[in-house]
Nanobody, 125 residues
């Protein structure tokens, strides 16, 4: 089993920044993808950012490209999401997730088997 625990959410004014963390524990995989998704009230859960186990390339939704940055620290099994220039439309519950496969479809939420409980991000105007 895998446990994912998010932290770092909160209330911030538009234009501000937050850094989310996702601490992972449990079994490991030889190939995987890890990603951030978000869900606003009344909306579907949507892809935000991800990376695959191989290589250093990162992937972003168009809505956050240039403002958000995903990173990882393998030494402490933690993934991060640095969020800058936040907008009220970024308000949502943010989830980290792990896909224990090739990660070829990193933007598809159904590909992810393990999820954290989420952390609330609220951006005021």
């Amino acid at each position: 089993q895998v446990q994912l625990v998010e932290s770092g959410g909160g209330l911030v004014q538009a234009g501000g920044s937050l850094r989310l963390s996702c601490a992972a524990s449990g079994r490991t995989f030889s190939s995987y993808a890890m990603g951030w998704f978000r869900q606003a009230p009344g909306k579907e859960r949507e892809f935000v950012a991800a990376f695959r186990w191989s290589g250093s390339r990162t992937y972003y939704a168009d809505s956050v490209k240039g403002r958000f940055s995903i990173s990882r620290d393998n030494a402490v099994n933690t993934m991060y999401l640095q969020m800058n220039s936040l907008k009220p439309d970024d308000t949502a519950v943010y989830y980290c997730a792990l896909d224990p496969g090739s990660g070829s479809y990193y933007w598809v939420k159904d590909e992810y088997d393990y999820w954290g409980r989420g952390t609330q991000v609220t951006v005021s105007s």
